[in-house]
T-cell receptor, first 114, second 112 residues
């Protein structure tokens, strides 16, 4: 079992739906990340939160909206997604941003856009 | 030149052999190096991390780092069919924004 918990594990949504992905960690980590991974490709960084503040946005389209309500939770709000957004969405955490410690990944949410 | 390079494979080794996975990186200032194992359809799982030149051993896994030559490797001793997966190398540099840069991964197949 991973120490980073992601829900839901699978999500199918239409292009007009609004949904949210959730991520939770209780390791006391102060850096949290969202990655997108397509098949046979490495994870692609989307957002970095450090001490609950958005530190990096990798020019992600506004249809993806991240939120970090507290040090343990990270959400990714989805709206008006496109079929090419279908992918595995990974949440990760590390002790601090910039510290060089390992990132720990959750099991991911497999997202399919109809 | 890609920031982190890995041979995509597949690398096929017989059961019980040593599997050697290699990774080169371009940022000479890089300080932290990570190996992740990823089974098909699953998330990356941290296997090893190394910060200093030399070898670091953990069970059947050994990470080797040579900063002068800018490469990091992962050795898997007594390879098992359950080791068959994609191995991702990740590097965190000093330049830029401290992002973790992933290689494209090497697919390992351990033949029973």
């Amino acid at each position: 079992d991973t120490e980073v918990t992601q829900t839901p594990k699978h999500l199918v949504m239409g292009m007009t739906n609004k949904k949210s992905l959730k991520c939770e960690q209780h390791m006391g980590h102060r850096a949290m990340y969202w990655y997108k991974q397509k098949a046979k490709k490495p994870p692609e960084l989307m957002f970095v939160y450090s001490y609950e503040k958005l530190s990096i946005n990798e020019s992600v389209p506004s249809r993806f909206s991240p939120e970090c309500p507290n040090s343990s939770l990270l959400n990714l709000h989805l709206h008006a997604l496109q079929p090419e957004d279908s992918a595995l969405y990974l949440c990760a955490s590390s002790q601090v941003w910039g510290g060089g410690q390992p990132q720990h990944f959750g099991d991911g949410t497999r997202l399919s856009i109809l | 030149q890609k920031e982190v390079e890995q041979n995509s494979g597949p690398l096929s080794v017989p059961e019980g052999a040593i599997a050697s996975l290699n990774c080169t990186y371009s940022d000479r200032g890089s300080q932290s190096f990570f190996w992740y194992r990823q089974y098909s359809g699953k998330s990356p799982e941290l296997i090893m991390f190394i910060y200093s030149n030399g070898d670091k051993e953990d069970g059947r896994f050994t990470a080797q780092l040579n900063k002068a030559s800018q490469y990091v490797s992962l050795l898997i001793r007594d390879s098992q069919p359950s080791d068959s997966a994609t191995y991702l190398c990740a590097v965190r540099g000093l330049s830029g924004t401290y992002k973790y840069i992933f290689g494209t991964g090497t697919r390992l197949k351990v033949l029973a």
